[in-house]
């Protein structure tokens, strides 16, 4: 078989996880199968590089983010190659510029506009083991990007979609996808099997098991995913399309996204086109906006609620200061997060809401900000209430059981 196989921080977090892949890599070698590793920065690197730009800047240029972050798998596909080679293994690191990985131009989430199968598979067909740097590419100009945070898993599905593999691995620190995340509740269940869709839901909402934009390419390009515990043999989840599905759970799992704020226009001037010019400024900012909420209009003003990434404050308060008195008084909140819950049989029930709301009013946990798509309900509640709403919302929908 053909198979990619992706590394995440923790599974190459030190040297000797690193001689550990590689043993790892080999046996799969050993087996014949074809092989294309994506790696990930030793885990905390990343964070490390940002925090040393933040001592210089509170908003760094993206461009020269890119050229940082960019760094750590750099770092770690040499390591894993180097191992490889020294284990009998003849391998070769690539750059995400080397495997031919053309982003535009948005630095820090750029996406991917094309991969030519080509750089990769002729060292393949020579017979190497091909070692390619994640969450990297290049734009046709030549500057180097990063696909946004948890972007090597992204990187892993586009090459596996690009060389048509059978199967990408992603091998992680959990043994797959759980129903809620395991290291906020010790009783969640992993799942043998998920639908595309609610991976995505699960991934966009906060479980960062997989970064959303891997799962949303994983099934515009059927690539099949196993998510897997980089240190143990286990089974590993395998992520396949809903209609395979004998039985569809009202509730599969609950999410949850700490890095979230809240942004508040109180007293916005009420007329045609305001919405369209807020968010227009907001969208050419590339600020990912999440939940919108306006209230009824009185005395020609109204109130603008919206939800945008923790990350993303600085560049949306700037984003927002040209407008002036227009948009009346300007509030932001970092201390919220937001809780869901996902589920593909929430189409054909009723009643799935009520029970979050009754659930988390038993715990005293009021909700800010409420929204709702055909395959989850998702609440913004205070910060420090996350874990409990989350165990919570596990019990109340018996998913330990
Ligand atoms: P990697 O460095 O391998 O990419 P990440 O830290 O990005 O790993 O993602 C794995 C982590 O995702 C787990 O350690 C776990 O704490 C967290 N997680 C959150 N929600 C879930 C979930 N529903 N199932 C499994 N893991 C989850
Ligand atoms: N190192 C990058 C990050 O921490 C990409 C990744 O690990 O997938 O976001
Ligand atoms: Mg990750």
């Known amino acids: 078989m053909l198979i990619v196989q992706k590394y995440g921080g923790t599974s190459v977090g030190t040297i000797e996880r690193i001689g550990a892949v590689a043993?790892?890599?080999?046996?799969?070698?050993?087996?014949?199968?074809?092989?294309v590793i994506v790696v990930s920065a030793m885990s905390g690197e990343t964070n490390k590089l940002v925090e040393m730009a933040h001592s210089f800047s509170k908003t760094p240029a993206t461009r020269e983010m890119d050229m940082l972050l960019s760094s750590g798998e750099r770092v770690t596909c040499a390591l894993l190659a180097i191992a490889l080679n020294e284990l009998g293994c003849s391998a070769i690191a690539m750059t995400g510029r080397q495997a031919g990985i053309v982003t535009d131009s948005v630095h820090t989430?750029?996406?991917i506009r094309e991969i030519p199968c080509e750089p990769v598979l002729s060292k393949v067909g020579d017979g190497k083991i091909v070692v390619?740097?994640?969450?990297?590419?290049?734009?046709?100009?030549?500057?180097?990007?990063?696909?946004?945070?948890?972007?090597?898993?992204l990187t892993a599905v586009a090459i596996a979609g690009a060389i048509k593999a059978d199967l990408c691995e992603i091998y992680t620190d959990v043994d797959g996808v759980y129903t809620t995340d395991?290291?906020?509740?010790e009783k969640a269940k992993k799942l043998n099997l998920i639908c595309y869709d609610e991976m995505l839901e699960f991934a966009s909402l906060g479980a960062k098991v997989l970064q959303n934009r891997s799962v949303e390419l994983a099934k515009k390009l059927s690539v099949k995913v196993i998510t897997r515990n980089s240190f143990n043999e286990?089974?590993?989840?395998?992520?396949?399309?809903?209609?395979?599905?004998?039985?569809?759970?009202?509730?599969?799992?609950?999410a949850?996204?700490?890095?979230?704020?809240?942004?508040?226009?109180?007293?916005?001037?009420?007329?045609?086109?305001?919405?369209?010019?807020?968010?227009?400024?907001?969208?050419?900012?590339?600020?990912?906006?999440?939940?919108?909420?306006?209230?009824v209009g009185q005395d020609e003003k109204t109130n603008i609620d919206f939800t945008i990434p923790l990350a993303e404050l600085e560049q949306t308060k700037s984003a927002l200061a040209g407008f002036g008195a227009a948009l009346g008084r300007q509030e932001f909140d970092d201390t919220v997060a937001k809780v869901s819950i996902i589920g593909v049989g929430m189409k054909s029930h009723s009643g799935v809401a009520a029970r979050m709301f009754s659930a988390l009013a038993k715990e005293n946990i009021n909700i800010l900000m409420i929204s709702t798509s055909?395959?989850?309900?998702?609440?913004?509640?205070?910060?420090?209430?996350?874990?409990?709403?989350?165990?919570?919302?596990?019990?109340?929908?018996?998913?330990?059981?």
């Open 234 to 254: 286990n089974e590993g989840t395998t992520i396949m399309d809903e209609e395979e599905f004998m039985e569809k759970p009202v509730v599969s799992g609950i």
């Open 182 to 185: 395991p290291r906020i509740e």
């Open 23 to 35: 043993k790892r890599v080999k046996r799969a070698a050993d087996q014949g199968h074809r092989l």
């Open 109 to 111: 989430k750029a996406r």
């Open 256 to 295: 949850l996204d700490k890095n979230q704020a809240r942004v508040s226009l109180i007293g916005v001037a009420d007329r045609p086109g305001i919405a369209a010019e807020i968010f227009g400024v907001l969208a050419n900012a590339s600020i990912n906006v999440d939940m919108i909420v306006q209230t």
């Open 374 to 401: 055909e395959i989850k309900i998702s609440v913004v509640i205070a910060n420090k209430y996350g874990e409990l709403a989350v165990r919570t919302l596990h019990a109340a929908y018996e998913l330990d059981k």
């Open 132 to 153: 390619i740097a994640g969450f990297q590419g290049v734009t046709p100009e030549g500057d180097v990007t990063t696909l946004g945070r948890g972007g090597s898993d």
